[in-house]
């Protein structure tokens, strides 16, 4: 029977930032939106909103973390593990009380999703939110899981970028903005360099396992740039940001965080050399959030 920090480890706690980092950086749209427009914020109505939206969010990735763990473990693809601990693949956990705990987490974050909704009266994102806990599913699970076709990369930037972070905005603002949408695409270049990290390590066993990753298809090298480009590349997409509210500047100062797992990635680092990259590249895309979020609310 796995222990209570066995299953803490199993639901990847550096992933976490993926979840919490879209919901700020909606967040602080929502707040620069409703500023903007002379309106003064009505904390009774924002902090609810946010709180769920958050909440949201962490069940989500907690769903699919141990739905991955599931998944993956009876296929056999986490039998020879390089990176963090796995409930299934280890033989610590039940593969059926792995898929309750998934099963669980992604029905939480349902519901709050629902009382998200029911909230701000937009109840046609039913339909996104439907599709958001079917995508976590089906990473790795079901006959035939898109992380399995190289497809894990795309529906993290739609589903923990464009969905999360216009999502949390809409339902503070109930609108879309361009500012929303260039910060979704950031967050979610942010969020799929935490997934880079995850396949480049895993391309030897993924391969064997017939996992075909974006980092199978596209190799060690091509990987490598990838990656660099989705850490360095939201720093460009929130200029325009930063021209209209120069204290939106204030996320420069996590461009240091993005420096350096972008050299240790490309001068070729490999297997266990790059768990600690995972968690720096969590730690960049939370403080990036929150730094925008704060420079958008000043």
Known sequence: MASLSQWVQGARPRTLPAAVAPVAAGTGVAVREILASGESLGWGLLLPRVLLALGVALALQVGVNYANDYSDGIRG??????????LTGSRSAEPATVKRAAIGALALGALLGVVLIAIAGVWWMLVVGAAAVAAAWMYTGGKHPYGYLGLGELFVFVFFGLVAVNGTAYAITGGFSLSALLVSCAIGLLAVSIMLTNNLRDIPTDREAGKTTLAVRLGERGTRLLFAVTVIAPFVLVVPLMVQHWPAALVLLALPLAIGPARVVL???????????????????????????????L
Do not use: S
Not at 78 to 85: I, K, Q
Not at 272 to 296: S, W
């Open 77 to 86: 693809t986490d039998d020879d593990r390089v990176g963090p601990f796995r």
């Open 267 to 297: 001068r070729g680092a490999q297997g266990r050399a790059l768990i600690p990259v995972l968690g720096a590249a969590g730690r960049l895309e939370l403080v990036f959030a929150l730094l925008l979020l704060a420079g958008l609310c």
